[in-house]
């Protein structure tokens, strides 16, 4: 499975494609990037940005999935309204595409990464280079963040999407047995 890992922003939006074999523990980086926006730039200018690149970014290296940070902030809203159109973009992209969405939160991706939800940024990045036994650190700090939301839908989305298929199988059991 081929997921790419999207930490969006408006003015610089982290891209990272992580690919497992047989088993989701052997994983493998694919790709790495950020797509980098002019501050200074219309808003409109900026989002077809994002989205002329990251659609190239597809294209080229065919996700079967696409995993997007969870926008959350309690203190700027200002970040959050240009992350969350960021990821409406990302979003948008994959629906048009047919390519299936998961969206985790930040502590979702630490606890997968590092074990805890309450790591630090310089903890997730000493791990992402472990896991995908690279020689340095990606970056900006952006495309780490990418390649740990790839990471975390290869552990969590797996037993996740199992889940769901246990649970619809129940329920058309359920249905089938009550007649309804």
């Known amino acids: ?23 989701s523990q052997n994983l493998e ?6 797509i980098l ?7 409109e200018q900026r989002l077809l940005q994002l989205e002329s690149e990251l659609i190239s970014y ?8 696409i995993a997007v940070e ?3 902030s309690q203190l700027n809203v200002r970040t959050a309204m240009a992350t969350g159109q960021a990821a409406g973009v ?8 047919g390519i299936p969405v998961a969206m985790h939160t930040p502590t979702e991706v630490k606890a997968a990464i590092t074990g805890s939800g309450r790591a630090d ?9 472990k896991l995908l036994k690279l020689n340095e650190i990606p970056k900006p700090v952006d495309a780490t963040d990418a390649l740990a ?4 839908h290869h552990w969590r989305g797996a037993g996740n999407n199992r889940l769901a298929q246990a649970l619809d199988k129940e329920r058309a059991r359920l249905k089938k047995a009550g007649g309804k």
Do not use: W, Y
Not at 90 to 97: F, H, K, S, T, V
């Open 58 to 65: 597809i294209d080229i290296h065919n996700p079967d999935v």
């Open 90 to 97: 990302a979003l948008l992209i994959a629906a048009r595409r």
């Open 1 to 23: 499975m081929r997921v790419l890992g999207v930490d969006p922003g408006l003015t610089r939006c982290g891209l990272g494609v992580v690919e497992s074999g047989s088993s």
């Open 70 to 72: 969870r926008v959350f």
């Open 37 to 43: 926006t002019n501050k200074d730039a219309p808003l």
């Open 29 to 34: 980086m694919v790709a790495v990037g950020v």
């Open 149 to 152: 939301l790839a990471i975390c």
């Open 121 to 129: 940024k310089k903890q997730v990045a000493n791990m992402v280079v």
